[in-house]
């Protein structure tokens, strides 16, 4: 059974960074490629960044490129995401998803419409 749990959220100042972290269990990790999505209230799911099953590739949405950096450790079967310079318009909850295809990746982000198993999500709040 795949469990994906999303860890690390809190309030921030604007500014300020923040390391999120999923935990991985259930599946065989590495080789799927996993992504990140926020949701803020009134608003759909976004995907932000992705990283291909080998760690070689990775997407970003522009909204975040230069500020937010993806990783996975296949070993510790945990994904992240370190956010700098965090915006007011960050603020979201965020979730971590694993790809439903062995060794697939995108051209461009994916939609949610895609992923099959979420995490419960770990809420982000950066105050202005």
């Known amino acids: 059974q795949v469990q994906l749990v999303e860890s690390g959220g809190d309030s921030v100042q604007a500014g300020g960074s923040l390391k999120l972290s999923c935990a991985a269990s259930?599946?065989?990790?590495?080789?799927?490629?996993m992504c990140w999505f926020r949701q803020a209230p009134g608003k759909k799911r976004e995907g932000i960044t992705c990283?291909?099953?080998?760690?070689?590739?990775?997407l970003y949405a522009d909204s975040v490129k230069g500020r937010f950096t993806v990783s996975r450790d296949d070993v510790k079967k945990t994904f992240h995401v370190e956010m700098n310079n965090l915006k007011p318009d960050d603020s979201a909850m965020y979730y971590c998803a694993a790809a439903s295809r062995k060794r697939h990746f995108w051209t461009e982000l994916p939609d949610d419409s895609a992923f099959r198993d979420w995490g419960q999500g770990t809420q982000v709040t950066v105050d202005s």
């Open positions: 259930g599946f065989s990790f590495g080789d799927y490629a």
């Open positions: 990283i291909n099953a080998r760690g070689t590739n990775t």
